[in-house]
Every structure is written in C-alpha cells, then in structure tokens.
C-alpha cells in the first residue's frame, strides 16, 4: 500500500499540491484534471526528449515552458469544447498546468536526458500516478464532504455530509495525514 | 517559554491538576446557568463533549504511547469549554466529533498539552462551523428552546431595538427588544455556555482570586472592545454583555499554552483580540467574532514570546 502510494508525484515528491487541494472535491473533476494532466505531461514529455539535442542548456526553461504551453492550450480547448460543465468546474486549474511542479520536473530531470520512449513511459506512469492520487483524495472528500460519489449518493438521506471535507482545510488535512502514514515508519 | 529567571527556581507547588480543577470551579456557574435555562440538554451537551475529549484523550495517549494522560484534567476543561461554546440544540454527535478534532487534531497532534499551537476548544468550534455552518447557527431561545436569532445576529440585521431606556418589552413588527437584565443573566438565545454573564463573571472572579489567571489579558481585551465601541458609537455595555466575549476574555483567551508569557505579549495579544472581535462584529460577515480572533492571535503567540526574547538577550 505505501509502496503504491509513493509512486504518486503528490505523496511521493510532494509535488503538484495545488491540483491535488484545489480539484479533488469531486471525484469527476479529479478525473478529467487527471487526464487533461498525463495528456500534458506525455506529450510535453515526448516533444522535450525529441529536441533535447536541439534544445540550449542555457535556455532550456523557456523552451520547456513553451511545449507544454502548446498542450495545455489544446486541452485547455479540448475540455471547454467537449466537456464544458467539467471545464467550468476545474476552472483556472486548467491553464494552470502550465506551472505544475511535476511537468517541469519531469521535462528537466526525466525528458531532458532520456529517449523518447523512455520519455514516453515515464510522462503516461507518472500521469496515471498522479490521477490515482487525486482520485484517492477526491474519493475520501466527495463521500465525507458531499456524501456522493460521481454526484451519486452513497449514504442514507438523513446523513449530514461533513462540509470541511470540500474546503481547502479538509485537503490539507487529509493530504496531511496521508503523509503522516507514509512517514510512520521512520520514526521507529 | 524560554524565558526564565536565573537559577534557582522554586515550584510554587501549584500543578496543572490544581490549576485545571480551578478552572472547572470557575466553569461551574455558567454551567449551572446552562442548566437553568438550556434543561437536561445542557447536561447532555457538556456530557458527551467532555466524554468524546477524555476518551480521545486516552487513545491519542495510547496510540502515542504517552504516560501521565488524563491526570491533568485538561481534557475534561477542553470538553467544557466546548460545550459551552456551541448551540444547545446542537446534535450530540456533533459535538462528539468536534471534541474528537480537538483534542486529536488542535491539540495532540501539536505535541499534546503545553504544545498547541491553537485553543483546542475553539478549533473544535471553528471546524464544526466549517462543517456544519447550519447547525452552529440554530440559535434557541432559554426555557422554550423555539429557534430564534442571537442579540448580536439581530443587531447585525439591524432589527435590535435599543432597550437601554425602557427595559422592558418593547417589540415591534420589525425587531426584537432585548432586555440588559436578560442579558446580564443570560436569559437570551447563545451557545451553552456564553449567554450568562452573571455565571461568568462569578467564574472569573474565583480565577482572579485564585491567581490562576492574569488580570491583564481579560482587561485589555473587554477594554479594547469597550473603546472600539464607544468611539464607533456603538452601544458600549450591549457588546460587552451579548455573545461569546466573556467567556472568550476570561476563560479562553487566558489558556497557558495559547497565550503570550510576558506581559507586554499579553497586552498586545488581548488588545489584538479586542480590535479583531470589533472589527468582526462591526463589518464582518459574522455576527460574533470572538472565536475567530482568539484563534488568529493565537497564531501570534510564538512570534510575541520570541520578541521578548530577543530582547532579554
């Protein structure tokens, strides 16, 4: 269990917290920001391997930048033009891919200095990695917060949904006490 | 702190346990009062507050594998103190959960007893506020528990009469008169505990005599909202009386572990509540705001032991 949690970007490097705070109220939204994520990070991925020979050390950044601006951008559209509710509901967290720790991390520490198929892998593990996360997260929240799963309801009518669970202290918490378990053991 | 005089120290020989079973002596006025005018519910609330805390307060022990839990009473006052601040018609398990998050979340995550950062019984009341903002905002009133608003909601939405002239009832179609004898001796809608400012003050006296706690945190506070008020020609004794500001000043604002050790840090932490609660009260969205300007200044605490600090060095 700990082993599999740790291979997520949010529990294992602490990276990515905004998304993981910010969409992780519903399970649905956790979904869609988990797809539109690995869609980024596999293709930025894949375009930053493929000109890593071309790329400046100097100037690499900017350049990194850019490629994953072009996919965020095209999911940006994707989403608004096909599933525009889910697009409303993830709202600004949508370009704010662009700036997500785990994309640049990967694009400089990963994508930089491997093959493009390596470079490939490592953005679609990493991407289903990170939805595992947010979908454990939003999971816990929605049923607490809300008392649905997928808008559905899972308790009976006269439960009263903890509200906490859907506002950002509910997230740090819960991200808190995850942490907490994985860290356990090195207190022994 | 780390503040301390040169050696040698002498134990005053007054424990936590002393000092807890002094608060609970202080507490049990307004407690009565909540029997008085809340029936058995205000014996069921403060119950099941103070039994989730002390249960809470064993496992956390037990989890932690602590020794010494529970003999200082600590989570018996936590249990009160909550109680005390929340909606009489408030469901218990409610009540129970909120106790859970104080004491396991605000106060043994932290380190346990000394080393919280925030009041565990208003970071319980803040989380069950956050979590169920319509039943922490369902107010009834004294003897026939029909839901009604607070004194300080109805002075927000502008329907409180002022009363201070003729103190008997004098309702319009509009608004609601509220009598200043009501309100001294809580006979008005309000957490458990709060509404009795008679109950509180007797508590209050009892922990000034007993030196418990320090005159200057409960005087700067109530002073600092005494003067907001009065220079924003606000009714000065109505604001002193209604809501949560006694038993925050005296009993909740003074907690050891949340408050500053010096006594500049004390002035400035009281009169930092006093300017928070007025503001809340004034602009806020909130019709109270005690709860939350204890909690805000708490977080001040560290930073204002460690001013005095650095200038003892």
Redesign the interface.
Known sequence: MKKFLKLCPTFGLLLGFCPSLAVTTAVSNALGMGLAFTFVLTFSNFFVSLLRRVIPEGARIPLFIIIIVTFVTISDMLLAGFVPDLYKALGIFVPLIVVNCIILGRAEAFAYKNTVGAAVRDGLLNGFWFTVGLVILAVIREALGAGTLLGYPIFSANF?P????V?P?GGF?LIGFILAYLNEDKRA | MKILAVSPHLHSGVSTQVLMRDVLIALLPAGLASLVFFGWRAVWLIGVCVGAAVLTEYLAAQFFKKKNYLNDCSAVVTGVLLAFVLPPSL?LW?AA?GAVFAIL?VKELFGGLGHNIFNPALGGRA?LL????V?LTTWTRPFDAVTTATPLALAKSGQLLDAVSRATVQASAAGQAVNYWDLFLGNVAGSLGETSALALLLGAAYLLYRQVIDWRIPLGYLGTVALFMFFAHENVAFHLLAGGLLLGAFFMATDYTTSPMTRRGKWIFAIGCGILTSVIRLWGGYPEGVCYSILIMNMFVPLLDRLDEAKSK
């Open positions: 009263t903890i509200l906490l669970f506002l202290p918490l | 469901p409610m959960l979340l989380f956050a979590s169920f903002p039943w």
